[in-house]
């Protein structure tokens, strides 16, 4: 190959490359799940066998095959975002995360990842919480445990937010068939609670302490990109203070309980009850509520199971 | 010597791959990977206590324990591995030099790599006495506290070199072609991206390392590499202090060459030598202080004359270092050392000095340091990070926390696991989670509830101490429209504060941080 021959050859890769750039990621190719409101419905288990109360309150909404389809690629996010063990209720229980990944892989899913965008160092906060012992434990080809790769984070638009009018969201998440989200249910000095709507703080990039600045609005419009297919609130500990990171035990309160719904609002609204508050006591459920994501009113929501 | 015997041309030539030659370099290929493969697992793998002894180098380092020894008069124990080399050189003279010292193969590479092969113009052998000055200099000042061994260690130059600049360069190069190739996507990808998960997986790093005095560090290494364009091994025959302070074991070394005198119809080993070992002017010729046992003159003899033998009754060549120079070399370092000290900031340190967890005295501290550099490396934040002048003279290289680069994680103790010399000391996680680095103070001109009247909070969110060192209460604030807002403002709680930087590091605030960390009130000053 002579010099001219592979100029002409590396420059036709290199068109060659940009067209499948555009050919397979236009940005506007979004997996997320229609805007229709959701039905506010939450189902509760009660218990201590933790991966049993994930299959009763999925059971209750109609099975995880609902949910996630043969050959999907599923995302699950759970909050590991702090370098504290499971005892201390900062992050979602380890039992709950490697269920919800099992019951993907029953139902079929091709790729079931296991990612959160931490606070503390990710090896440390992935490690400490244990999730990323008990999901690698299942042992399955299909299921990764990813550290979240800077590289895939895309900005986006937010055309219906208030506040949050573009940031920057994790592409294997939009792309994802199928995203499940499952927080933990724990006290947070300046949001009050954190749980699911709060917990897209960690599928979202950029800096994320500007958001803090406005945090009820932004988590709000975050929310209308980053709209889960099923929401699984982790209720098995709950810390009432010293949140989100805690770091005593005294702060946590054994509830064993599991929450699951679509609606992540109705959600929050629930969770708000554990903690003896009242769902218009949390900006972010309110400002939600308005921006259509789900129902807040505790009258309206329909609770089955216990 | 009347006549000069003829030199062979090609001499200076290296040597084939054969026989001891060939045993030789295969033992430094294996300890310059053993030194690289260390290097790289000094880092988190998801364990809170490191596996590997990755300081090995170090622990096996003589001129360390010596400089700790003196300094601060306390035995590390596992320093002592030291003499056992200083024991071998007894024996077998400088092969550490020759045989395993990474320092030593980096600059037999780099000579291979960088430049022709020619013949040496002299000058190492003109200064080889420097080295042992340079080492009385480093002891003396050593025996006043002022520690300063690790910045002339060829272990710890080259650990620190590698930490700070040629690990972070690398990886930035590749995470950077493979980012590009990865904007580019499919159907580059498809190589790439593999290629990239492997390199993550193996010797790249988690996150981009960044570390301040880049461009100073790459200058000095770069001298040390450029002078092996002037002579092969300059730095270890001009220079080392550690290569002469196994010189002078080496003196006595049980093992020695013959001839022990230049032959009268060759000088080809002269050449051949890259350590200029072979003097003609000393008597006998060959000098056990100066040669690494590289075995390079035994395979180059084309008459085979050349063997390496125990035991000998023949005189050994005189160590002239002149006493007058030695006595100058000790007397500098002794009047260095106020000087130093009264120009150091060690009495009254800078006040957003903070040092690493569990430092307690900023003398001991600077005393015991060796400035290797490992704890930059291990860090899991990149928060530890060299210190320029801000520490005095004496205080380059040694470690910092720059909270706005990295924090110091609650419940990690690696800095402390892989000091060599305890300098941060080993302490259980409970306790380095009680030590004090510094407290935190908030700047009310840049905070974001007290200048916009919005809440915030993210310091109070990420602070792990608990009970948490920064609360916050309900006040008034004007915002900016004038109104009067009730918003949560921040407060610290000095006496649970410990100086991490967590706070630092997450603030929202562009540029400086609205919540710093200084060196405590509490800290020693």
Partial sequence: ???????????????????????????????????????????????????????????????????????????????????????????????????????????????????????????????????????????????????????KFVEMDIPKAKSLKRWSFYKDILEADRFINVPIAKHHSEARLTMAL????????????????????????????????????????????????????????????????????????????????????????????????????????????? | MSEKPEISHEAFRPVPWQGWVLARRLSQIF?????????????????????????????????????????????????????????????????????????GTTLDGCRRVFFRPRPDRGYALRLRRVKYYLLFFLLALALLSVNLVGLFDPIALLYRTLGIVIYPGLSYGLEETFTKAYEVGPPLTYVSEPV????????????????????????????????ERVDRRFWCRALCPLGALYGLAARYSWLRRRPFKLCRDCGDCQVVCKMGSIDAEAVPNHQMAECQVCMSCQEACQKDRVSFKFGSKVARPDLDLGRRQVVAAVAAGVVTAPFIRLGSLAHRPDEYLIRPPGVMSEAEFLASCIRCGQCFKVCPTGGLQPVWWEAGLDGLYTSKLVPRLGYCEYNCTLCSQVCSTGAIPALPVDLKQASRMGTAFINHARCIPFVEGRNCLVCEEHCPTAPKAITFYDGEVWNRRGEKVLVKLPVIVPDQC????????????????????????????
């Fill in chain 2, 196 to 227: 990239y998960g492997y390199l993550k997986d193996t010797i790249l790093p988690f996150r981009r390392p960044v570390f301040l005095l880049t461009f100073f560090t790459l200058a000095c290494f770069a001298v040390i590499i450029a002078l």
């Fill in chain 1, 198 to 306: 709060k917990n897209m703080m960690g599928a979202i990039g950029g800096w994320r302490g500007r958001v803090h600045v406005g945090l009820h609005q932004n988590i709000a419009d975050m929310n209308l990109i980053l709209r889960a297919d099923l929401t699984i609130l982790d209720a098995t500990r709950i810390m009432t203070e010293g949140g989100p990171s805690g770091g005593k035990l005294e702060y946590v309160q054994v509830k064993n309980m599991l929450f699951a719904g679509v609606d992540p609002v109705a959600l929050d609204a629930q969770g708000t009850t554990l903690f003896g508050m009242k769902p218009t006591d949390i900006g972010y459920i309110v400002k939600a509520h308005e921006l259509g994501l789900g129902e807040m009113d505790l009258a309206k929501i329909k609770v089955l199971g216990g």
């Fill in chain 1, 1 to 151: 190959m002579d010099r001219r021959e592979f100029l002409k050859k590396a420059a036709a890769l290199g068109v060659m490359a940009g067209v499948g750039k555009v050919l397979t990621f236009p940005p506007e190719l979004l997996a997320m799940p229609p805007e229709s409101r959701p039905e506010p419905i939450v189902t509760k288990a009660t218990g201590t066998d933790y991966a049993h109360l994930v299959t009763d309150a999925v059971q209750a909404l109609g099975g995880m095959k609902k949910f996630v389809n043969p050959n999907e690629v599923v995302v699950v996010k759970p909050n590991m975002a702090w370098d504290r063990p499971p005892e201390m209720g900062a992050n979602t229980n380890p039992q709950v995360v490697r269920q919800i990944v099992e019951l993907c892989l029953e139902a079929g899913a091709k790729q079931v990842k296991v990612l959160d965008h931490t606070c503390h160092d990710a090896r440390r906060a992935y490690a400490n919480s244990g999730i990323k012992a008990a999901v690698e434990d299942i042992k399955d080809r299909r299921v990764s445990v990813e550290y979240v790769d800077e590289r």
């Fill in chain 2, 31 to 103: 300890f310059f990977l053993l030194f690289l493969v260390l290097f790289l697992k000094t880092v988190y793998v998801g364990e809170d206590i490191l596996r590997w002894p990755v300081d090995l180098f170090f622990r096996f380092d003589p001129l360390i324990l010596a400089g700790h020894l003196l300094s601060t008069y306390t035995l590390v124990p596992r320093l002592l591995l030291g003499l056992v080399l200083v024991a071998l050189t007894f024996v077998l003279g400088r092969f550490f030099c020759g045989w395993i010292c990474p320092m």
């Fill in chain 2, 498 to 525: 410990i100086g991490c930087g967590i706070c630092e590091n997450k603030c929202p605030v562009g540029g400086e941080s609205a919540i710093r960390v200084k060196r405590s009130l509490r800290v020693e000053i």
